[in-house]
């Protein structure tokens, strides 16, 4: 089992079989240095196991979300800075 599987099963987010609707309104903020915060609206109806959300950098995965939310760190990033 790999870990996303067994967080999934930890985190009561196994139960969902059929894909779920985008999330949409997606927002980004910092949250302080060298961190952002993205947020976003679950879809309505998203079913058994829809809160969990996979989150993904260029393509490849860094983590699992259980609710619309995430935190994410990028060393070197200022600031009031344009990326």
Do not use: Q
Not at 18 to 28: F, I, Q, T
Not at 60 to 69: A, I, Q, W
């Amino acid at each position: 089992m790999n870990p996303y599987d067994y967080y999934r099963i930890v985190h009561g987010c196994a139960g969902e079989t059929r894909p779920p609707a985008s999330p949409s309104g997606l927002k980004v903020a910092p949250a302080a240095e060298g961190r952002i915060a993205l947020t976003w609206e679950a879809p309505a109806d998203s079913g058994p196991g829809g809160d969990c959300y996979k989150i993904y950098r260029d393509e490849k995965p860094v983590g699992l979300s259980t609710g619309p939310s995430w935190t994410e760190s990028f060393p070197g990033i200022t600031p009031a800075t344009s990326y």
